[in-house]
């Protein structure tokens, strides 16, 4: 094998080359990665504070001084501008659901949730009639959107909401 400089040295250039460039991608791969884990955390730390996104379910609720067990979770006050409505956690909504079903198939149906077990981590719910009752674990679930809206959630979020309203009702789980 007969090479010359010139041959060596462009050879060099190519491999120094290839290696910045997959150092570079490596960089800006690692700093996107780390500014989403950062803002996921951040969201996540909102949520069990209290705040209501509003990419998840919720529903429109008065204020009232007498607040019963039954009554939904409000949002903080320095949350709420005056009087009125705001938006509370819908813990029972009609969502639009992908999930593996017990045989594994992909399954979508629009289910209307009827009760969250925490502890189980699992949807009831009807699909249709009130006597088609869905029972889901929620690491089934593919993906959720809300039926009146279309718009996609993420289920965690949702969960976490709803734990964090029913901690600061006093209800356990």
Known sequence: MNLDLETW????????????????????????????????????????????????PTTRGGLRSGATDSDPDTLPEWFIQGEGEHAIVDE?????????DVSGRKVQNVLHVQQLDLQKKLI????????DVRRIFLHQVLAARSAETGQRFNLDTWVEAVRVA????????
């Open 124 to 131: 009831v719910g009807h699909c249709g009639t009130p006597g």
């Open 92 to 100: 029972t909504p009609r969502m639009q659901i992908r999930y593996l």
């Open 9 to 56: 040295q462009f050879v060099t250039l190519i491999a120094a080359a290839s290696v910045l460039t997959v150092a570079l991608l490596y960089l800006s791969w690692h700093v996107i990665a780390t500014k989403r884990e950062t803002a996921r955390r951040i969201a996540a730390a909102r949520v069990r504070s209290g705040h209501v996104p509003l990419e998840i």
């Open 166 to 173: 029913r901690r600061r009702r006093g209800l356990a789980h």
